[in-house]
């Protein structure tokens, strides 16, 4: 079958979440693991003003969801670990006869640390498509769902420390990840970043996802985080990333039009340098779904750039903060399923 996966900015069935489960991602104190719980319900409940919304739920935490979350939600109990729902949950893809698939990368918690607990959530994406009736994509590249972009029309980004990293592929070269990718999700062509945020590669990061990092709003437009502190060391890493991607061609050979993303002023929490990104958003069905940061300067004037960029959607905040303290953002926690 010649599988593709759309863009984000196309229509959705649904969007998939987990519930947080106790462990080291959710917080060792009663209060972490309330702000978590109550992060992820928020963000649920945002995305589920503009499409229906399924949350995987491991047994332990299924009364509490159910008093947490709005009837609006639905609910599938399952066991859950790690609760990142774009990296260990499935890609879908369509064929050209209208079928949907899903592909099931190898999900080994970003590329197998000692703290990480994935075992669980290794099979979502197998339990996701078999909710759905999805055709199972089985790929023995490991990968996850923050790690790629598409346009919908042959190009994914990509990120070398990502795809290429040894925990995860140590076997892979670009041409073979290439290869996999135009099986997989129809990618005829790859753009290569070099890296991602400086935080990004701390113990609790994922080594690069791009989603972090640039996305296509548009073929031929790209959204890139910028750091326009000198203080912060990604202000080094996103002018050289703007000056590789000035460079690069998409699908169909154009040159991209890069848009700049400012982050928010704060530039250290209590761990280092920060990598509060308003790239990490969820585009729905009318609607995005934004990281705030409580800067309301700079998140206002992320909603702009975003509504500008995604013309006929509204833009909502929610507050990404408690993400991005456990590793990641709104786009890192939600998987979108395409409409047929």
């Known amino acids: 079958m010649n599988w593709r996966m759309p863009a984000e900015t196309a229509r959705h069935d649904r969007t998939w979440m987990a519930f947080p489960a106790e462990g080291v991602t959710l917080g060792e104190t009663a209060s972490e693991r309330e702000e978590g719980y109550a992060t992820w319900t928020a963000v649920a409940h945002a995305v589920a003003e503009f499409e229906p919304v399924t949350m995987l739920v491991d047994p332990s935490e299924v009364a509490r969801a159910r008093r947490m979350l709005s009837g609006a939600i639905d609910i599938i109990e399952a066991p ?33 640390p000692d703290w990480a607990e994935w075992q669980k959530a290794a099979q979502h994406a197998r339990l996701v498509a078999g909710a759905v009736g999805a055709e199972l994509v089985s790929s023995a590249l490991v990968n996850e769902g923050g790690g790629i972009h598409v346009d919908g029309e042959g190009t994914v980004l990509l990120t070398e420390t990502v795809q290429l990293d040894p925990n995860r592929n140590p076997y892979a070269d670009k041409q ?62 996103t002018r050289e990333l703007r000056a590789h991607l000035e460079q690069q061609t998409d699908a169909a050979g154009r040159r991209f039009e890069i848009i700049d993303l400012p982050a ?17 958003h969820l585009v729905t069905n009318d609607g995005v779904v934004a990281c705030g940061f409580g800067d309301e300067q700079a998140d206002a004037a992320a909603r702009a750039i975003l509504a500008d960029a995604y013309p006929g959607r509204r833009v909502v905040t929610v507050d990404a903060r408690p993400l991005f303290d456990r590793g990641g953002g709104i786009h890192c926690i939600t998987q979108q399923q395409p409409s047929l």
């Open 80 to 112: 859950v670990d790690e609760f990142w729902m774009r990296d260990s949950g499935p890609t879908f893809v369509i064929d050209e006869s209208g079928t949907l698939g899903a592909v099931d990368w190898v999900f080994n918690g970003w590329g197998a």
């Open 176 to 237: 073979r990840v290439e290869a996999e990718m135009l099986r997989t999700i129809g990618a005829t062509t790859a753009v290569w970043l070099p890296r991602g945020l400086t935080r990004d590669y701390d113990d609790f990061g994922t080594k690069g996802h791009v989603d972090i990092v640039a996305t296509i709003t548009s073929p031929g437009r790209i959204l890139l985080h910028d750091q326009p502190n000198p203080e912060h060391p990604d202000h080094v890493v």
């Open 264 to 280: 928010p002023s704060t530039l250290r929490d209590g761990e280092g340098f920060v990598d509060w990104s308003y790239v990490n």
